[in-house]
T-cell receptor
Framework: DTEVTQTPKHLVMGMTNKKSLKCEQH?????MYWYKQKAKKPPELMFV???????INESVPSRFSPECPNSSLLNLHLHALQPEDSALYLC?????????????FGEGSWLTVV | AQKVTQAQTEISVVEKEDVTLDCVYE???????LFWYKQPPSGELVFLIR??????QNEISGRYSWNFQKSTSSFNFTITASQVVDSAVYFC???????????FGTGTRLQVML
């Protein structure tokens, strides 16, 4: 079983809704990530947090707002999304940002925007 | 720039056949790390193996084996005696010191049939 836990597993939201995706890890990792994955494509990096500070934002639209309340939690707040934002959203963590560290992924949240 | 190529889009085999998934990478860095992940239909990206650029020793883990050859910039993955549960998309990925993120290949979908 994965040690990165994501909720909810499935989410359907309207374009005017506000919702959040949640991620939790208890491996003591200090780097956490959000990836977006469209069907039949590899994951694409969205955000990286290192020691609870935003380290990388891959030019993601502002309708996606990440938050890292503490070293174990990572949220992704969603507002005014478009149907093309429907995708699998994967949370991940690693010990830190050094390149040799393995990145461990959660089970993902399947998002559908209607 | 970093690049990972998985030329095989989709592979179908009959159970108990051996199958090799190809991965070719490009990087100018001398220190780098290569990964294989498995993604079953449920969505979770499952970490399988990590190999650093200074360790060309091939590895066997149960029915899985990996062949890393720096001379050809390849990191191939073989499943021996495939099983239906091996059906998934397999991603090869590269992480270097100069890049701040994993570079994924496009993935190979493996279908193991009875």
């Amino acid at each position: 079983d994965t040690e990165v836990t994501q909720t909810p597993k499935h989410l359907v939201m309207g374009m005017t809704n506000k919702k959040s995706l949640k991620c939790e890890q208890h491996m003591g990792h200090r780097a956490m990530y959000w990836y977006k994955q469209k069907a039949k494509k590899p994951p694409e990096l969205m955000f990286v947090y290192s020691y609870e500070k935003l380290s990388i934002n891959e030019s993601v639209p502002s309708r996606f707002s990440p938050e890292c309340p503490n070293s174990s939690l990572l949220n992704l707040h969603l507002h005014a999304l478009q149907p093309e934002d429907s995708a699998l959203y994967l949370c991940a963590s690693s010990q830190n940002l050094l390149s040799g560290n393995t990145i461990y992924f959660g089970e993902g949240s399947w998002l559908t925007v209607v | 720039a970093q690049k990972v190529t998985q030329a095989q889009t989709e592979i179908s085999v009959v159970e108990k056949e051996d199958v090799t998934l190809d991965c070719v990478y490009e990087t100018r860095d001398t220190t780098y790390y290569l990964f294989w992940y498995k993604q079953p239909p449920s969505g979770e990206l499952v970490f399988l193996i990590r190999r650093n650029s200074f360790d060309e020793q091939n590895e066997i883990s149960g029915r899985y084996s990996w062949n890393f050859q720096k001379s050809t910039s390849s990191f191939n993955f073989t499943i021996t005696a495939s099983q239906v549960v091996d059906s998934a998309v397999y991603f090869c990925a590269l992480h270097t010191g100069t890049a701040s993120k994993l570079t994924f290949g496009t993935g190979t979908r493996l279908q193991v049939m009875l």
